[in-house]
């Protein structure tokens, strides 16, 4: 992440602090560590992104839900959130296409990625986002979803994106077509997590009341959390049922339990 924190509201510095924990469970996680290094099974690349296809397929409903909400004209903050959300959907309208073109050039291919089994686990995520985006206010909606799972896959990708070992599993002439996704999510998405941030500063302003600073919180920690469990459970369906226990307590292991308390 690039900008400073420091020139944010404190509530704002908070949020980032107390919910640092959970994105690096997500952004250091063993599936984009695999991908990075190369040792990632085909079994295991094929759960990831069918696993996480209908987050990225729904990302720009979850935009439009969140422009709904948005008048013009009223308010400084909401003005600035409508035009950005706008804005982004024209980007996103791409990714999806980018994301089944990655899945078809590292093998697998379009009909699984579409009709293939997912467990419900990876598929939570999605129906959170959804949720938040349809009945949250804009600040915690766009919190879940612009700012903590744009912004930790703009941290996570880069390691595989720029990964040598990783495009040398597939031919040269597809290296394109099938980083795309990786590329642009590694690039463009460094800015959105802070353009987010700043929108939600604008919308709650520089003193909200402690419950609304705690339903923000909730909602970008419980962002994270899915995220994590899709990534972990992900792994754990190609390595079967018995690697669950294990892999789950590591990968829960360093969350703080108190890190919501009061949430
Ligand atoms: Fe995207």
Redesign the pocket.
Known sequence: MRRSIANYPHWIQDLIGESTERRLRVSTHEAWRRMADASITPLEHRHVLVGFWPL?ER?PQFLALNLLKTSHGRDAGIDGARSWLAKNLR??QK?AEWFLDWAEVFGTPRAEMLDGWRPVEMTAITDWCWHVCQHGDLAEAMAATNYAI?GVTGEWTPMVADSEAYRSRVPTENVERGMRWLR??ADY?DAHPWDALDLISQLAGPDPSPARVRGILAAVCKSYDLYRLAADVALECAAGAQARPARRAASRAAVAPTALAGA
């Open positions: 990225i990302f980007i996103e990714h744009e642009v999510h998405d």
